[in-house]
């Protein structure tokens, strides 16, 4: 949003931050691998949009301005800050998401990643992800986007078909779209992600898939599909709620789910989770970090982190949600360095949870080694091993527990969220079985 007579000195000046970090890489040489306590993902929310899409209730914001210089000074104070209080020495991949971040400044983005680099360590090639709207960048645009050190592009495409693209209040047309994706391509080859919504109001399975095969023919090497969730508040849970549009058919959705990814598959993607597809090694590495339960900062109002506040002499894992409304989060920024709102430490139990329902999205599931890490002592077999329910699952070919660990089948992924409601309450039963309750006194 910066003013157009500022745009070729800022994306100059971010051309010059990101040949810095690439300079001070090469001085510094490889460094080596930090412990996994002192390695984070980083992600950074721009809250801002030009448009509230009507199935979104994101925290983001339509302002009728915004001070880019206050809000760049601000996320950079608080990268700083919370690389500081994480004790966080090296950062495996960036994530700018909101809102949307392809409409701040690439200096903005340069003078974030400058300032990770110097609180900590950002390797050279570490992914760098923007999400990007097919409108809001131009190729100029995304070229200095690169240029500040982006290497990654994430489009929110959502649809090829005008009149949905309409209903979901896109500013974009599917010419726009496929324009932008062209774009991009060649700009980050083999580095380009692209998301596609399914379980649309009126949506048939036919016309959905004749999008996708459209899409395979103009895509990269990663795609996203996402089902829509009518989120109560949103413009399109009100037309539903009104009868002016038809509820989504869950059915219906179900089955485009099933038979686009066995379209994936057959065009060479593999489903590396629940709703992410890659082919030729272009996995996410910033989404690896959050299904292998790595520690990440969340920077940004509203942002989510998961992390250790070593640095402030902490030793437990904390969830974290910074303030949301934005002009608030800068001036709590400017006060204390950081706007962080809420911090919950997570008990043992309810990291293994996590470790359990993020890793079971995957390919991969959960490895006896990755668990491990998190519980040395009471193993995948002992949770999970002898129970009667469990086993029903695994004759039913849904789930595997093996010599490699705990995952779902090709069939067992399309139902994840059913095989939780039995693997959830086995590993608390187990961890109530295995620790006593405190006794105070005596």
Excluded at 278 to 284: I, P, Q, V, W
Excluded at 299 to 306: D, L, S
Excluded at 378 to 396: H, N, P, T
Aim: net charge neutral.
């Amino acid at each position: 949003m910066a003013l157009p007579g500022t745009r070729a000195r800022g994306w100059a000046a971010a051309a010059k931050i990101a040949q810095r970090r690439r300079h001070a890489e090469g001085a510094r040489g490889s460094s080596s691998r930090a412990p996994p306590s002192s390695r984070a993902a980083l992600y950074v929310h721009w809250p801002y949009c030009e448009k509230r899409c009507s199935y979104c209730n994101f925290n983001k914001y339509v302002p009728r301005g915004v001070d880019e210089a206050a809000m760049r000074s601000c996320l950079v104070t608080e990268a700083q800050t919370l690389l500081r209080l994480s004790g966080v020495r090296r950062v495996e991949s960036v994530f700018f998401g909101g809102g949307t971040p392809s409409l701040a400044s690439p200096s903005t983005v340069a003078a974030v990643l400058e300032a990770v680099d110097q609180a900590a360590h950002l390797p050279a090639d570490s992914e760098v992800t923007l999400e990007a709207n097919p409108t809001s960048p131009s190729g100029a645009r995304l070229a200095a986007f690169g240029a500040a050190g982006v290497n990654r592009l994430s489009i929110g495409l959502q649809s090829l078909d005008d009149t949905e693209l309409q209903l979901l209040g896109r500013t974009h047309s599917a010419r726009d779209a496929l324009q932008t994706l062209a774009e991009a391509r060649r700009l980050f080859p083999g580095r380009v992600s692209v998301d596609l919504m399914l379980g649309l109001p009126a949506q048939q399975v036919g016309p959905w898939l004749g999008q996708l095969r459209m899409l395979l023919g103009r895509c990269d090497d990663h795609l996203s599909l996402y089902q829509l969730t009518l989120e109560r508040g949103t413009a399109l849970f009100t037309q539903v709620q009104r009868g002016t549009l038809p509820a989504p058919d869950p059915e219906l959705a179900a089955e485009m789910y099933q038979e686009g990814r066995a379209v994936l598959r057959e065009a060479g993607f593999r489903q590396y989770e629940v709703s992410n597809f890659a082919r030729n090694g272009a996995l996410s590495t910033h989404n690896w970090t959050y299904w292998q339960c790595g520690q990440y900062l969340g920077i940004g109002p509203g942002a989510h982190g998961r992390f250790v506040p070593q640095g402030a002499g902490g030793h437990t894992r904390e969830a974290r949600i910074q303030t949301l409304e934005p002009d608030n989060w800068m001036k709590e920024v400017m006060l204390f360095g950081h706007g962080t709102r809420r911090r919950v430490p997570l008990g043992q139990l309810e990291l293994l949870e996590e470790v359990l329902a993020m890793g079971l999205r995957t390919d991969v599931g959960i490895t006896h080694q990755h668990w491990q890490q998190f519980e040395p002592q009471l193993s995948l077999w002992d949770v999970f091993g002898a129970s009667e329910e469990v086993k029903a699952l695994l004759a039913q070919g849904l789930l595997l527990l093996d010599h490699r660990g705990l995952r779902c089948s090709w069939e067992g992924l399309a139902v994840l969220d059913s095989l939780l409601l039995t693997l959830l309450p086995r590993l608390q039963e187990a961890w109530q079985q295995r620790t006593p309750s405190p006794v105070q006194g005596g």
